[in-house]
Structure formats: C-alpha cells, structure tokens
C-alpha cells in the first residue's frame, strides 16, 4: 500500500511525457518520480486501439511494481484508449492528461471554438471531443491530427521555415474555423509552442495539457493527504524499455535539464 513518501508514476510511449515529468516536477518540488518511457514501443500515435492498451497495462503494471502512489498516463494517445481500463484494474489514482487540458480550453475561450491537434490515434479515437462536449455541450470542436510534429520535437527542429510551413499547413483549416483557443493534445507539441502561436496568431490561446495535468495531480493528492511536502528526500527516476543515451540524449530538451539516472527494463 504506497504511503505520502512513495513516488509519483508518470508513463509515456518515449520522452514526450517528460514535458508532463517537468510541470509536474515544477508544481509539486517536494515529490519523487518514477518515469517509464516506452521507447520499445514508440510511437502508439499510430496504432491500433487494442495494441495501445496493451502496452499501456504493461507500463501500468511495472510502475506499480515500484510502488506509486498515483499514475500520471502522459501519453495522450494512452489516455484516449487505456484510461478507463487502467481506472478499473489499478488500486491506485489514474490520471490521464485529456480531461484536464479540455477544461482548461474550456475555461480559456471566449467564442466557443476550441481546435485540438494530437496524434492520428487521438485524433480518431474522438476522446478529446467527447470530452469537450460532455463539458460544453455547444461547444463548436475542430480536429487536426499533425504526426510530423512528432519528428521534429524530436529533432529539436523546432523553429525556421520548416516547422513553420508543416505547422501553417496543418494549423489552416482550424483557423479557418473560427478557433480562438488551440488545445495541445500531444506531448511533443510544447516544444512547437512558439511557431505554433506565430501560426495561430496572437488571438489564439494556446492550452498545454501538460500544466493543466500538473495542477490536477496536486489536487489530488492534496485531497488525499498524499502530499510529501515535508519529506525532502525526492528522488526522479527514469525508466526505458530501449537505449537509455538515446533517451537522455533527446529527452533534455523535453525536461529543459539532464534526465539523471535511466535504467534500462523491460515487459514479460
Ligand atoms: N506520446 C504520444 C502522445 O502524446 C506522442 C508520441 C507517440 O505517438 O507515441 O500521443
């Protein structure tokens, strides 16, 4: 049974949860970390509903071996498939990073047109939208699935006439849309966060489920009494199921510092 000083569990398909890894690090200094990265398996963007949830149990299942105290699902296209099911097999809070970035875009606009980017399995597995319209029914939602995004958060090809011309592509027909309010349904897209609000325009707000999610988890644990606050000894941790230098290697500019320690694991 974890007690307020066991760590925080954070999963993702590879290094794009660590820009959840680093709110939640921000917003809560006093916790430990344990951060599962599959990078075995990268990307669940585009696979299958069935595969995704499989390996999301199998990341569920390792963390909870080290014994959280909640499990913080990062990955977007995890949390549109898995959720649920990880909620009703585990002992233990599981947060995913949809709900909280919808009610922060819900919250931010002003016209009632939100666009949603994410991975082609977000996109059509329609979690953010019915997420979106559960909490405002007349919301008006428009969807962009952007896969290259991916790529080039991971090649640290961020800004220039590139990114900007693949962000202008994707980002025209919501724009067209009337959007007011840009929710980043990926991981990776906080590192495109500025071509993507030179694309959109000063009258978008843009929303990171990341920092939404962070606040989530504090409340949480906050109503549980659950807080390490005066623990002191934090400890982060990260986990992979492939290369750790790779992983380190591209995840400091997810986690804007050295990842530390990463310990090399892997599934049954
Ligand atoms: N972490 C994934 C997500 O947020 C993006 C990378 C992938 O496709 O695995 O949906």
Avoid at 68 to 91: F, H, Q, S, W
Avoid at 167 to 190: K, Q, R, V
């Amino acid at each position: 049974m974890p007690d307020p000083g066991s760590p925080l569990g954070i999963f993702d398909s590879g290094v794009g949860g660590l820009t959840v890894f680093r709110r939640v690090a921000e917003r809560l200094p006093g916790e430990s970390i344990v951060y599962l990265g599959d990078t075995a398996r990268v990307p669940y963007g585009t696979k299958s509903a069935e595969t995704v949830v499989r390996y999301a149990r199998a990341c569920a299942r390792l963390l909870i071996e080290r014994d959280i105290k909640i499990l913080v699902v990062a990955c977007n296209t995890a949390t549109a498939y898995a959720l649920d099911v990880l909620r009703d097999e585990l002992g233990i809070p599981v947060l995913g990073v949809i709900e909280p970035g919808a009610r922060r875009a819900v919250a931010a606009t002003r016209n009632g047109r939100i666009g949603v980017v994410g991975t082609v399995g977000t996109i059509a597995s329609g979690a953010y939208q019915s997420v979106l319209t559960s909490l405002a029914p007349d919301m008006h939602v428009a969807c962009k699935p952007c896969p290259l995004f991916v790529p080039l958060a991971e090649e640290g090809w961020v800004s220039g006439p590139v990114p900007r011309q693949i962000a202008e592509t994707y980002l025209a027909g919501l724009l067209s849309e009337g959007i007011d309010t840009l929710l980043l349904g990926c991981t990776h897209y906080p590192l495109l966060r500025e071509v993507i609000q030179e694309v959109a325009g000063p009258g978008v707000a843009i929303v990171d489920s990341a920092e939404a999610t962070s606040e989530v988890v504090a409340d949480i644990l906050d109503g549980m009494g659950m807080c390490d606050a005066a623990h002191g000894l934090k400890q982060y941790h990260c986990l992979v199921t492939d290369s750790p230098a790779a992983f380190a290697r591209v995840g400091q500019h997810f986690l804007g510092r050295d990842v530390g320690t990463v310990e090399w694991v892997d599934f049954q």
